[in-house]
T-cell receptor, first 113, second 112 residues
Framework: DQQVKQNSPSLSVQEGRISILNCDYT??????FLWYKKYPAEGPTFLIS?????DKNEDGRFTVFLNKSAKHLSLHIVPSQPGDSAVYFC????????????FGAGTILRVKS | DAGVTQSPTHLIKTRGQQVTLRCSPK?????VSWYQQALGQGPQFIFQ???????QRGNFPDRFSGHQFPNYSSELNVNALLLGDSALYLC???????????FGPGTRLLVL
């Protein structure tokens, strides 16, 4: 039962343009959502998060949008840089479940210069 | 300020053997969670430790066990290794009262 889905295995974007990574979830108990970036041979690096009481959170070039009615969230990276090329994971947690993270399968982002 | 550290970085074992992986949490953190990441998949939650007790457990067999020490560091033990246990094992630390977890670099386990 895949509760968090990232339906795009990969995304290719030109440097300077916007990257939009999408994530869908099925469990309405999820109340906290996170995005991680992962380079090969490294652990996931925390990027940005959003609580279910908000619909938007910004941190520099990164913005996360949450649409609770659609059970959908997205990560916007503007402007995209070649160093952003990595695997991006969406994760969700619920206080009800002790804040264990449930991850999507990841999206490979390639930013072309 | 040291982040999450894990040892060893790589490990090769044969079927049936036992393995112990180690994790030191980020300074100030009191909670450690372990995840298994198979190739091409997202990390899967194994279990979480707080105050030296297992607090949450994912869908993993009893062959997977752990421990947390008074200094908050943690160990993951896997007995009777199977080929399917080959994966990247990630440790994440956090504060018990907060949702955001910070990951270490992982231990790559290969079972032959």
């Amino acid at each position: 039962d895949q509760q968090v889905k990232q339906n795009s295995p990969s995304l290719s974007v030109q440097e300077g343009r916007i990257s939009i990574l999408n994530c869908d979830y099925t469990n309405s108990m999820f109340d906290y959502f996170l995005w991680y970036k992962k380079y090969p041979a490294e652990g996931p690096t925390f990027l940005i998060s959003i609580s279910s009481i908000k619909d938007k959170n910004e941190d520099g070039r990164f913005t996360v949008f949450l649409n609770k009615s659609a059970k959908h969230l997205s990560l916007h990276i503007v402007p995209s840089q070649p160093g952003d090329s990595a695997v991006y994971f969406c994760a969700a947690s619920a206080e009800e479940y002790g804040n264990k993270l449930v991850f999507g399968a990841g999206t490979i982002l390639r930013v072309k210069s | 300020d040291a982040g999450v550290t894990q040892s060893p970085t790589h490990l090769i074992k044969t079927r049936g053997q036992q393995v112990t992986l180690r994790c030191s949490p980020k300074s100030g953190h009191d909670t450690v969670s372990w995840y298994q990441q198979a190739l091409g998949q997202g990390p899967q939650f194994i279990f979480q430790y707080y105050e030296e007790e297992e607090r949450q457990r994912g869908n993993f067999p009893d062959r997977f066990s752990g421990h947390q020490f008074p200094n908050y560091s943690s160990e993951l033990n896997v007995n009777a290794l199977l080929l399917g246990d080959s994966a990247l094992y990630l440790c994440a630390s956090s504060l018990w009262i907060e949702e955001t977890q910070y990951f270490g670099p992982g231990t790559r386990l290969l079972v032959l």
